[in-house]
């Protein structure tokens, strides 16, 4: 069985041999990864390069974020997205707003997780925020809870009968082909639900710096967490107040 291995700084290493996490500056600020079947090339300018070598195939995710198949645009994407490689490897990639444009996403954090060993590779600071800031984690005993601490967001799936990636119709059933039209109806942070996870938890954090003064009022104010269909996941907020006691928390993209 071969295993993924890493090159930093024109070092290949054998994840085998390791007991726990390396972590690294990759050499000019690029990063190289490889298993049995893709090579991976990032770069601290955003771009996440995956090349298939048993098929030839090329997938470059570059820019807020844009995805090119074989050279050619496909689709754009704007929240964290999971690319599930035929061989089950994942490649899933977190994103990060521009400090000037928050609907202008790029490629923050990378999380590899290989499909035979299930060993996980982190890269952070592939955004082109700050240069020179590439770092790598690898993780064997670990990997798991690294993988599971990734958000896989919408995930795509790499097309085992020609090119491009496949999407889940609204059966279940895998077999949609991936362009932008799909990417329009699925990506979490364009349709809402990542936002909504963040404004919620802004919610949580502002109503314990406002335990104190809540406590000076009769009534009990109690934050439970519960899932849905609509909403799976998402903290449901109950408010037990005094009828004349208004209390109203806006997020930057309430409405």
Do not use: C
Request: hydrophobic share 35%; proline share 4%.
């Amino acid at each position: 069985m071969q295993a993924s291995q890493i090159t930093i700084d024109n070092l290949t290493v054998n994840p085998e041999a390791l007991d726990g996490p390396i972590r690294a500056k990759a050499k000019g600020n690029e990063f190289f990864y490889e298993n049995r079947n893709y090579d991976i090339r990032l770069t601290d300018t955003g771009t996440v390069h995956i090349n298939n070598k048993a098929t030839g195939e090329d997938y470059r995710i570059w820019g807020d974020p844009h995805v090119d198949i074989d050279g050619k645009r496909a689709f754009d994407f704007y929240g964290d997205t999971t690319f599930q490689l035929e061989d089950g490897t994942k490649v899933t990639i977190e994103t990060k707003p521009a400090h000037d444009n928050a609907k202008v996403t790029y490629a923050s954090t990378v999380t590899i997780t290989d499909g035979t060993t299930g060993q996980t590779t982190q890269v952070t600071g592939v955004d082109p925020f700050t240069r020179g800031d590439l770092a790598v984690s690898h993780h064997v005993h670990d990997a798991a809870r690294v993988e599971a601490r990734a958000n896989d967001g919408n995930v795509i799936r790499e097309n085992p009968f020609g090119a491009g990636f496949l999407g889940v119709d609204g059966n279940g059933r895998i077999g949609v082909v991936v362009d932008q039209q799909y990417i329009n109806l699925t990506d979490h942070r364009l349709n809402g639900s990542e936002l909504a996870g963040d404004q919620f938890q802004a919610l949580f954090t502002a109503l314990q710096s406002f335990g104190t003064l809540l406590s000076m009022f009769q009534g009990l104010m109690s934050i439970s967490f519960s899932s849905s269909a609509d909403a799976e996941g998402q903290p449901a907020v109950n408010l037990n107040l005094p009828a004349n006691f208004e209390f109203t928390i806006k997020g930057p993209n309430a409405f």
